[in-house]
T-cell receptor
């Protein structure tokens, strides 16, 4: 596609529910990042994939957060037993390569609200 | 600890004048600095970047200055246009040691250009 797409754009969950957020990166992009942006804050790194390999998950806030990219393209971020503090915009970004000079292209984000 | 700081939450500038957005950082290992622009309900879009080995990079109306000794960078927009009104994020990257260069963002500065 022309850019990074994410679905759903908005998700409302009751506390304790599981949610799955999808990211379709730009075709051919090797690197894929997930970020979490709380209200009034900048995006914060969650996890990184190089193709299908999850090389860095140091930013995942708890073991309730799980991400996968099984075929090296589409990625899913899953949050189990959602809590109110999980409410945020979840951004996906992809880039051609893993280096600092490789521009990261961001999707529009999924706004998650946990009631 | 916030490694990238944008101390001005908002800035208002008259159309045609210069906009100066500032950013400070604490991690001397950052090797690449970027500015992203964000409109409501959209993901951040890349604006301009600078390598840590340079002190200036210019692209049209946008110039980024880096002062490594002060750990400070700034974005100059000349002349400012109403379409520049958005939230601007300063970001920095460093090798995570896990094969990725994830971005560390500031909290953003909301720029309003008044016609």
């Amino acid at each position: 596609g022309a850019g990074v797409s994410q679905s759903p754009r908005y998700k409302v969950a009751k506390r304790g529910q599981d949610v799955a957020l999808r990211c379709d990166p730009i075709s051919g992009h090797v690197s894929l990042f997930w970020y979490q942006q709380a209200l009034g804050q900048g995006p914060e790194f969650l996890t990184y994939f190089q193709n299908e390999a999850q090389l860095d998950k140091s930013g995942l806030p708890s073991d309730r957060f799980f991400a996968e990219r099984p075929e090296g393209s589409v990625s899913t971020l899953k949050i189990q037993r959602t809590q109110q503090e999980d409410s945020a915009v979840y951004l996906c970004a992809s880039s051609l390569g893993p280096f600092s000079y490789n521009e990261q292209f961001f999707g529009p984000g999924t706004r998650l609200t946990v009631l | 600890d916030q490694q990238v700081k944008q101390n001005s939450p908002s800035l208002s500038v008259q159309e045609g004048r210069i906009s100066i957005l500032n950013c400070d950082y604490t991690n001397s290992m950052f090797d690449y600095f970027l500015w992203y622009k964000k409109y409501p309900a959209e993901g951040p879009t890349f604006l301009i970047s600078i390598s840590s080995i340079k002190d200036k990079n210019e692209d049209g109306r946008f110039t980024v200055f880096l002062n490594k000794s002060a750990k400070h960078l700034s974005l100059h927009i000349v002349p400012s246009q109403p379409g520049d009104s958005a939230v601007y994020f300063c970001a920095a990257s460093v090798d995570s040691g896990a094969g990725s260069y994830q971005l560390t963002f500031g909290k953003g500065t909301k720029l309003s250009v008044i016609p």
